[in-house]
């Protein structure tokens, strides 16, 4: 791996050289209380200091609400077409590490089998740059999960704030491209011990012991117990940066429309729902199951990989109180 | 790469009315170039659209060995069937597909088949029944044992006539108690009673069963008693369904994807599978 250094001086000339050269920069913002990933036209804008945004960036690459396809009426027939391709390289700035976990869990799941040209061509055209976390807070467990709080997957640059600036690790070719495409704000330097920098964060379960405990949770008899203050309004999931589920929607007038993916999410009682009114999960405690399963044990079935990076945002934002993290611990009771 | 939610535009070229609420639509590509790359295999299925209104899955109802169109059979339940029922032939239709895995029918080489549908589960079966039948001298015994609630809510009815004049076919079909009319030639129960009162040898035979889940649910132990073993019997899941290829979420069963891992599936494996279907 090759390493670089931003003085302290330039990374305010390195993010606002990024926007001039006409990427649009998506970095966290303070608004209120909260910091979201927002497009800044300024690094004045930026949030530096801040321990979780509220959503992650999975924006970027998988939009809220996407463009299939359009469609013209045209008589009897319809033309139909792809949608725009992005302009702009979109340049992640700041995401903290498990962020960047969750970005290569998306690309696993959405490019491995049967790759999705939607995520494709904005993933293409998505550069992520990390931030090592210098502090992390009670909710924080990537460590639980694998991840460390300086940890470089998913990123293409990882950034480690020292007292002589940025220390950069450059991980991918499209982050090495960007490097030498911005080298005067990059100088030499020798690797670093980031130890001194990262938040200790406590692991909070064992994933080892959790694997081989959960195999078995399906018929478990407390989630119905454990689940009861939810009410299924799906903020876990749209919060969450590896939550990948979507429904289908048209919209359209009488001379044409288009069909759209909107994000969607299994605390949904409708998300299972068949038209004859059948529900294979009838009960909101199953939709909970099937949440937790889905993260801990499903996806390391399909990918070898489990779909939760630790971040937390699940429990910072869920109205109910519920936290992922005693779920798994009340698992590992029994 | 290709834009996989892009649909094949087709044209409506017959409608049957089978039953009430229930009607088969014969799709023919509008573009022949997409008619010569497209093929498929007994046990597809496919997004059909109504642009503007959405998409709806349902499995290919006609077989692979009839060239030039597929077919279709649905009920209409929700918007978009609702929309496909205003349809009249010439009109187009979205379709995406085919997705999904298939009835294993060169592995059934020189067995006995049995049938078992219910309802509107006999289209899923009907393409592999027909696909068979094409392919006649490869299996031995065919047998086919066909429930519906009433007479008037039998399918492909005039197939069922042909089925049953054909000496190479055993067609038993049945109404539920109190669904039959003064003329019914048929049997009169449900289909598991039926299927124990016909009892057809699980010797060397294999069994593909689909209807509704109740109807599953009590036809498995009359099967089991015959004989068959987990491995021979095979059915056909459905659950909600969105984008078809493994992607949205939906048809999730634990790690299982009802649309690219389905929907033909054994009994064997479906009792591995949580129970959320």
Same mark, same amino acid.
């Given at each position: 791996m090759e390493y670089k250094l931003i003085k302290p001086e330039k990374i305010q000339d390195f993010v606002n050289a990024l926007i001039a050269n006409g990427k649009q920069v998506l970095a966290p913002k303070q608004k209120k209380d909260k910091v979201f990933f927002s497009l800044i036209r300024?690094?004045?804008?930026?949030?530096?200091?801040?321990?979780?945004?509220?959503?992650?960036?999975?924006s970027a690459v998988f939009p809220k609400c996407e463009e299939l396809y359009s469609f013209e009426k045209n008589g009897k027939d319809t033309i139909l077409n792809n949608p725009p391709a992005p302009q702009h390289d979109t340049v992640v700035f700041g995401m903290r590490p498990c962020d960047g976990a969750a970005f290569d869990y998306l690309a696993t799941f959405f490019l491995?089998?049967?790759?999705d040209y939607h995520f494709k061509m904005r993933y293409d055209k998505t550069i992520l740059i990390g931030l090592t976390c210098p502090t992390g807070d009670e909710?924080?467990?990537c460590t639980s999960v694998?991840?460390?709080?300086?940890?470089?997957?998913?990123?293409?640059l990882l950034l480690t704030k020292t007292e002589n600036g940025y220390f950069v690790e450059i991980i991918t070719e499209k982050g090495e491209k960007l490097v030498g495409q911005f080298s005067d704000f990059f100088e030499q330097t020798n690797t670093i011990d980031k130890t001194k920098y990262t938040a200790n964060i406590q692991?909070?379960?064992d994933s080892s012991a959790l694997k081989e405990k959960i195999s078995?949770?399906?018929?478990?008899?407390r989630w119905e117990e454990t689940s009861l203050?939810?009410?299924?309004?799906?903020t876990c999931a749209f919060s969450c940066p590896t939550c990948t589920c979507f429904d289908i929607q048209d919209e359209a007038n009488l001379v044409g429309g288009a069909r759209y993916r909107i994000w969607d999410t299994c605390?949904?009682?409708?998300?299972?729902?068949?038209?004859?009114?059948?529900?294979?999960?009838?009960k909101q405690s199953e939709r909970w199951r099937n949440r937790i399963l889905h993260k801990f044990l499903y996806t390391d079935e399909q990918?070898?990989?489990?779909?939760?990076?630790?971040?937390g945002r699940c429990i910072r934002n869920c109205p109910a109180e519920l936290s992922i993290i005693e779920q798994v611990n009340a698992i590992m009771e029994g | 790469m290709d834009n996989m939610y892009l649909p094949y535009k087709m044209f409506i070229e017959k409608i049957t #009315?089978?039953?009430?609420l229930v009607r088969t639509y014969r799709l023919k590509f509008k573009n022949p170039a997409d008619e010569e790359k497209f093929s498929f295999k007994a046990g597809q299925f496919g997004e059909y659209s109504i642009f503007g209104e959405g998409e709806s899955t349902f499995c290919?109802?006609?077989?692979?060995?009839?060239?030039g169109y597929i077919e279709c059979t649905f009920r209409v339940a929700g918007r978009v069937t609702k929309a496909l029922a205003n349809c009249e032939e010439g009109d187009e239709i979205g379709f995406r597909g085919p997705y999904g895995n298939t009835f294993p029918i060169d592995d059934w080489k020189g067995k006995n088949l049995l049938f078992i549908a219910g309802g509107i589960g006999l289209p899923p079966l009907r393409c592999v029944i027909w696909n068979c039948l094409d392919l006649r #001298?490869?299996?031995r015994d065919f047998t086919i044992l066909y429930g519906a609630r009433s007479v008037q809510d039998l399918v492909y009815k005039h197939e069922l006539e042909e089925w049953n004049n054909r000496p190479d076919v055993n067609l038993f079909t049945t109404v539920d108690?109190?669904?039959?009319?003064?003329?019914?030639?048929g049997k009169v129960g449900f289909v598991p009673s039926i299927l124990k009162e016909v009892s057809?040898?699980?010797?060397?035979t294999i069994a593909a069963v689909c209807g509704p889940p109740i109807m599953i649910k009590l036809t498995l132990p009359v099967l089991f008693e015959l004989g068959f073993k987990e491995d021979n019997i095979f059915t056909t899941l459905e659950n909600r369904m969105k984008?078809?290829?493994?992607?949205?979420?939906?048809?999730?069963?634990g790690p299982y994807y009802v649309c690219k891992d389905g929907p033909v599936i054994t009994y064997k494996e479906l009792k591995e599978l949580p129970q959320e279907y």
């Open positions: 300024s690094f004045d804008e930026i949030a530096m200091d801040f321990i979780q945004t509220a959503f992650s960036a999975k491995k089998e049967n790759p909710f924080c467990f694998g991840i460390s709080p300086s940890d470089t997957r998913g990123s293409d692991k909070r379960f078995g949770a399906f018929n478990w008899e203050p939810c009410f299924g309004c799906g605390a949904l009682g409708i998300f299972t729902k068949h038209a004859s009114g059948h529900n294979p999960r009838e990918f070898g990989t489990l779909s939760c990076v630790g971040c | #009315e089978e039953a009430p290919i109802a006609s077989s692979p060995t009839r060239k #001298e490869n299996f108690p109190g669904g039959e009319t003064p003329d019914w030639k057809p040898s699980s010797h060397n984008c078809g290829i493994g992607k949205c979420g939906h048809c999730a069963v």
